[in-house]
Antibody
Framework: QVQLQESGPGLVKPSETLSLTCTVS?????????WGWIRQPPGKGLEWIGS???????YYNPSLKSRVTISVDTSKNQFSLKLSSVTAADTAVYYC????????????WGQGTMVTVSS | QSVLTQPPSVSGAPGQRVTISCTGS?????????VHWYQQLPGTAPKLLIY???NRPSGVPDRFSGSKSGTSASLAITGLQAEDEADYYC????????????FGGGTKLTVL
């Protein structure tokens, strides 16, 4: 059974870079699928940040594209998110998830990790 | 402003039927892309409820059903139960120059 687990700092200073990692268990990332990041500001809805294919092809939300980098480390069976120049508006619960194709549902989700941007 | 539009809230009494709409456009739902629905209980991660417009993952009760027509989709819940009180989100793919994966703004279901 595939499981996802986010990890990373819970507090980031304004203008710095937010870095999170999602560790996948029960499935080898190199076997396929798209691996994505979705966030949810407190009291608000879901926002797709971006996705990466196991081969490394990336797809980003245009509104965040200039600040986002998603990468995959098949040796560790992990994929990562970096969001630069953060502001308070980037405060959110960050989820990692998986889709078979870009047209399919996010069928497995991590539990989420809260990241607060504050000095 | 979400690409997919959902009502902010719906409510119903136990045992009743409620529907939640999800309205898109010709670049997402209307282009033929599938709609998926998620249930988010308070303080938890979203859970896939309906995929591919009308399919239920294993373990999801048949009280939940989905449909799609034109540029809109709907989630129906029959035999409403207290544990159904949650936030519900629709999601699809968008082929315009905007987001690739798009979510609705979410609908809060209150069981009276």
């Amino acid at each position: 059974q595939v499981q996802l687990q986010e990890s990373g700092p819970g507090l980031v200073k304004p203008s710095e870079t937010l870095s999170l990692t999602c560790t996948v268990s029960g499935y080898s990332i190199s076997s396929g699928y798209y691996w994505g990041w979705i966030r949810q500001p407190p009291g608000k809805g879901l926002e797709w940040i971006g996705s990466i294919y196991h081969s490394g092809s990336t797809y980003y939300n245009p509104s965040l594209k200039s600040r986002v980098t998603i990468s995959v480390d098949t040796s560790k069976n992990q994929f990562s998110l970096k969001l630069s120049s953060v502001t308070a508006a980037d405060t959110a619960v960050y989820y990692c998830s998986e889709t078979v194709t870009l047209f399919d549902a996010f069928d497995i989700w991590g539990q989420g990790t809260m990241v607060t941007v504050s000095s | 402003q979400s690409v997919l539009t959902q009502p902010p809230s719906v409510s119903g009494a136990p045992g009743q039927r409620v529907t939640i709409s999800c309205t898109g456009s010709s670049s997402n739902i209307g282009a033929g892309y599938d709609v998926h629905w998620y249930q988010q209980l308070p303080g938890t991660a979203p859970k896939l409820l309906i995929y591919g417009n009308s399919n239920r993952p294993s373990g999801v009760p048949d009280r939940f059903s989905g449909s799609k027509s034109g540029t809109s989709a709907s989630l129906a819940i029959t035999g409403l139960q207290a544990e159904d009180e949650a936030d519900y989100y629709c999601q699809s793919y968008d082929s315009s120059l905007s987001d690739l994966e798009v979510f609705g703004g979410g609908t809060k279901l209150t069981v009276l």
